[in-house]
């Protein structure tokens, strides 16, 4: 990553194989204050994210090597990029090309060709959706570490490896440590409002935490509270 560069703007992942549009999408965006980050086929795109871990992806659709569509399934198939913000640049005027991309996980699509005023005011209203998230920085909780931008867990100097629901809980306990949420308000805040899953599917999850997390001999961190709920905490009972 280049130094001297301010943090603060947004870096974007340019993927688009017509080198002339990716040289004029570089020279706009940086002139309105993003950082810009190219690839030109699938495979490489895929390479980029996970390298310099762009806040948002405008992803061609017709790529050599691998398309955008499989690209942005597999951004949403790995934990770490889950939630990365895609726009789908495509060059068909077909509706359902374009319903497919957003089936395929893509947040939003511009058909080609755009005005940059308006991807411009796509990508910020994503940018502001996507910040709206707790910001990306570092947790820790007595001996557990998570680096949410590397999506890292540690406990001491061991990793833990969770799957991408047992992450999402630990991040939100650990950014109320301490407090008891009952399954219900767990659900609403892990899986989302609008998620029907039983509430004993929060215990399944919660047994998977304690069990990668709680290692031989180490504190159980999550207390459970009867007919309340769960809590992060090193206190017993
Ligand atoms: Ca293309």
Redesign the pocket.
């Known amino acids: 990553m280049p130094d001297g560069v301010s943090p603060l703007k947004p870096l974007v992942l340019v993927v688009?194989?017509?080198a002339a549009l990716a040289t004029m999408l570089r020279y706009n965006l940086e002139k309105q204050g993003f950082r810009v980050e190219e690839a030109s086929d699938g495979q490489e795109a895929l390479t980029r994210i996970a390298e310099v871990q762009p806040d948002l992806v405008l992803l061609?659709?017709?790529?050599p090597v691998m398309s955008g569509i499989e690209v942005c399934r597999q951004i949403r198939r790995r934990p770490a990029t889950r939630d990365l913000p895609v726009i789908m640049v495509t060059?068909r005027t077909d509706d359902q090309d374009a319903v497919r991309g957003l089936n395929t996980g893509a947040d939003d699509y511009v058909t080609k060709p755009f005005s940059l005023e308006g991807l411009l005011a796509r990508m910020r209203a994503l940018l502001r959706r996507s910040s709206a998230v707790p910001a990306k920085g570092r947790l820790m909780f007595h001996d557990i570490a998570m680096d949410l931008a590397a999506h890292r867990v540690q406990r001491n100097t061991r990793p833990v490896h969770l799957g991408p629901t047992e992450f999402r809980l630990l991040e939100f306990l650990m950014q109320h440590p301490r407090r008891v949420f009952s399954r219900e308000e767990l659900l609403d805040a892990v899986w989302g409002p609008d998620i029907h899953v039983e509430p004993r599917t929060v215990d399944v999850h919660i047994r998977r935490l304690r069990k990668s997390i709680n290692g031989e001999g180490e504190l159980d961190v999550v207390r459970t509270v009867r007919a309340a709920g769960y809590a992060l905490d090193t206190e017993p009972v």
């Open positions: 688009e194989d017509e061609d659709w017709m790529l060059a």
